[in-house]
């Protein structure tokens, strides 16, 4: 069964660093989503990108953040100045569309130090 | 507001007991809900849906919206069943986002 895939799948990085974190959907698939866990605390959206845009997207969601699909097959999220608090478990996520259920990747543990 | 409750943390049942996950949601629409399981060091996945009307690993559940309740039941816990179980709703439309709750440890006891 195809599945969503996310790498890495730890990444520690110093504050203001930027990341990447990659994800590569299920191929025929075309919404796409960024979803967020700190510790302890539940999942929260951040992004949804159709038809190459941003749908959608949070509070959380701001000037730092950004996303792409750059060559039809991955979808990246970047951060560009990490902080300490963007320290969580970073889920990727496809679906094929309409009522089709979401299909998560494993996700990124991405910790800012 | 949109907003999914899991009032409990935590769960803990013996093997063939009965298991009730409570969620209550709160949406000022016509919301779709799911159920997401995730087991130990894996990822999400779909366990149930609303529209669906079915059974998945013995689990149920049944959207009640009187009481805006998605409560998921099983009448015989396995031990397997032990994992991370989140309520989550989507406005429905074609890109909708999901809205977790905090989410729910069950623990099936030998």
């Known amino acids: 069964e195809p599945e969503v895939t996310q790498t890495p799948s730890h990444q520690v990085t110093q504050m203001g660093q930027e990341v990447i974190l990659r994800c590569v959907p299920i191929s025929n698939h075309l919404y796409f989503y960024w979803y967020r866990q700190i510790l302890g605390q539940k999942v929260e959206f951040l992004v949804s990108f159709y038809n190459n845009e941003i749908s959608e997207k949070s509070e959380i969601f701001d000037d730092q953040f950004s996303v792409e699909r750059p060559d039809g097959s991955n979808f990246t999220l970047k951060i560009r100045s990490t902080k300490l608090e963007d320290s969580a478990m970073y889920f990727c996520?496809?679906?094929?569309?309409?009522?089709?259920?979401?299909?998560f990747g494993n996700g990124t543990r991405l910790t800012v130090t | 507001a949109q907003r999914v409750t899991q009032p409990e943390k935590l769960l803990s049942v013996f093997k063939g007991a009965p298991v009730e996950l409570k969620c209550n949601y709160s949406?000022?629409?016509?919301?779709?809900l799911f159920w997401y399981v995730q087991y130990s060091r894996q990822r999400l996945q779909l366990l149930l849906r609303h529209i669906s009307r079915e059974s998945i690993k013995g689990f149920t559940a049944d959207l009640n919206k009187g009481e805006t309740s998605f409560h998921l039941k099983k009448p015989f816990a396995q031990e397997e069943d032990s994992a991370m179980y989140y309520c989550?709703?989507?406005?429905?439309?074609?890109?909708?986002?999901?809205?977790f709750g905090q989410g729910t440890e069950l623990s099936v006891k030998p």
């Open positions: 949406y000022s629409g016509s919301p779709e």
């Open positions: 989550a709703l989507s406005g429905g439309n074609q890109g909708g986002k999901l809205i």
């Open positions: 996520a496809s679906k094929r569309g309409g009522n089709s259920p979401l299909h």
